[in-house]
């Protein structure tokens, strides 16, 4: 397998690929962002590209005959394409468009997988999200990344690519720093007071959310890049929502207390924002995945497993250094 991951170096993209560099058919790895990854100073499979890719040319570089696999992952977050409008329709809809029409007149075969969002969905939303829910966002990156997906399922329907939507739940927990997405306190308000650091809930705490974690998002985007096409053909639609499971703030709040016999809550403050509030508030907050699960994807079990995880993998990488 030859693959690209776009955003290959922010922390899914680094994720991806160290998991799909345990698969012996793997001969190549081409990890394409503004910023080089560091993966390509310890596995000789492994190339880093630094490139703009919103530059038709630069396309020409990454998509090659002999690549099999395409992974794009590269996106403006939430509130950043909210508050720039022209950056987030330039990254998230045209550079996706490029990629799918290179695709297109280079190989037709390629499994090209798409990273979507529940921002797709808004409005007033069912209980249970479906298959065939409809999409309304209310938000610009919902509305780009909408309209990737219909280009994702009509190239796969035409015949000119192999591609396949898989719309990633919140992730959480994820380590380092908050960046611009919206979700970003939803890792916030556990991380931070887990290293003693005051972190803000901008949304009503009892609200539901739809989250997994990211070692669980990994292995359903690796999944959706090795699943047999025919199986994609049964879809009617080549759209997959990744399993995830149902939890508020307050209840990881509280699961955060219990497993450390610390009450952490202390660290975090409830000040809301509209805006943050709006957005998050419109996702969906309970999704049926019974045709994801029965192709073999997979869920966390609740989220004591999430933080334990998210602990003890904190606590090896300070062992590390």
């Given at each position: 397998?030859?693959?690209?991951?776009?955003?290959?170096?922010?922390?899914?993209?680094?994720?991806?690929?160290?998991?799909?560099?345990?698969?012996?058919?793997?001969?190549?790895?081409?990890?394409?962002?503004?910023?080089?990854?560091?993966?390509?100073?310890?596995?000789?499979?492994?190339?880093?590209?630094?490139?703009?890719?919103?530059?038709?040319?630069?396309?020409?570089?990454?998509?090659?005959?002999?690549?099999?696999?395409?992974?794009?992952?590269?996106?403006?977050?939430?509130?950043?394409?909210?508050?720039?409008?022209?950056?987030?329709?330039?990254?998230?809809?045209?550079?996706?468009?490029?990629?799918?029409?290179?695709?297109?007149?280079?190989?037709?075969?390629?499994?090209?997988?798409?990273?979507?969002?529940?921002?797709?969905?808004?409005?007033?939303?069912?209980?249970?999200?479906?298959?065939?829910?409809?999409?309304?966002?209310?938000?610009?990156?919902?509305?780009?990344?909408?309209?990737?997906?219909?280009?994702?399922?009509?190239?796969?329907?035409?015949?000119?690519?192999?591609?396949?939507?898989?719309?990633?739940?919140?992730?959480?927990?994820?380590?380092?720093?908050?960046?611009?997405?919206?979700?970003?306190?939803?890792?916030?308000?556990?991380?931070?007071?887990?290293?003693?650091?005051?972190?803000?809930?901008?949304?009503?705490?009892?609200?539901?959310?739809?989250?997994?974690?990211?070692?669980?998002?990994?292995?359903?985007?690796?999944?959706?890049?090795?699943?047999?096409?025919?199986?994609?053909?049964?879809?009617?639609?080549?759209?997959?929502?990744?399993?995830?499971?149902?939890?508020?703030?307050?209840e990881m709040i509280a699961t955060m207390n219990t497993t450390t016999g610390k009450n952490l809550s202390n660290y975090i403050s409830f000040d809301i924002d509209p805006?943050?509030?709006?957005?998050?508030?419109?996702?969906?907050?309970?999704?049926?995945?019974?045709?994801?699960?029965?192709?073999?994807?997979?869920?966390?079990?609740?989220?004591?497993?999430?933080?334990?995880?998210?602990?003890?993998?904190?606590?090896?990488?300070?062992?590390?250094?």
């Amino acid at each position: 397998m030859n693959i690209v991951i776009t955003g290959g170096a922010g922390f899914i993209g680094t994720l991806l690929a160290e998991s799909l560099l345990k698969n012996n058919n793997v001969k190549k790895i081409t990890l394409v962002d503004i910023q080089k990854s560091r993966l390509a100073d310890y596995d000789r499979r492994v190339e880093s590209i630094n490139i703009d890719m919103t530059l038709p040319e630069n396309i020409d570089q990454i998509i090659t005959n002999d690549v099999t696999h395409v992974f794009h992952l590269a996106a403006i977050v939430s509130s950043h394409a909210e508050s720039d409008f022209d950056l987030g329709m330039s990254v998230n809809l045209s550079i996706t468009q490029l990629l799918l029409e290179k695709c297109r007149h280079t190989n037709p075969n390629i499994r090209f997988v798409f990273s979507s969002s529940l921002a797709v969905f808004g409005g007033k939303l069912p209980e249970e999200i479906l298959p065939m829910t409809a999409m309304q966002p209310v938000s610009s990156y919902g509305t780009q990344k909408a309209i990737g997906e219909l280009l994702v399922n009509d190239y796969s329907r035409k015949g000119y690519v192999d591609a396949v939507t898989v719309r990633l739940p919140t992730i959480c927990i994820r380590p380092g720093k908050p960046n611009k997405a919206a979700s970003s306190f939803v890792s916030g308000i556990i991380r931070e007071p887990l290293n003693g650091l005051e972190s803000n809930c901008p949304v009503d705490p009892t609200l539901k959310l739809w989250i997994s974690s990211p070692g669980k998002v990994v292995e359903n985007i690796q999944k959706a890049g090795l699943i047999a096409t025919e199986k994609l053909n049964t879809l009617n639609f080549r759209t997959l929502n990744l399993p995830g499971i149902q939890v508020t703030p307050s209840e990881m709040i509280a699961t955060m207390n219990t497993t450390t016999g610390k009450n952490l809550s202390n660290y975090i403050s409830f000040d809301i924002d509209p805006q943050v509030d709006r957005i998050v508030s419109s996702w969906p907050q309970n999704i049926n995945n019974d045709i994801e699960l029965s192709l073999g994807f997979v869920a966390d079990n609740n989220f004591t497993d999430v933080l334990t995880h998210f602990i003890d993998s904190e606590q090896k990488m300070e062992t590390t250094l």
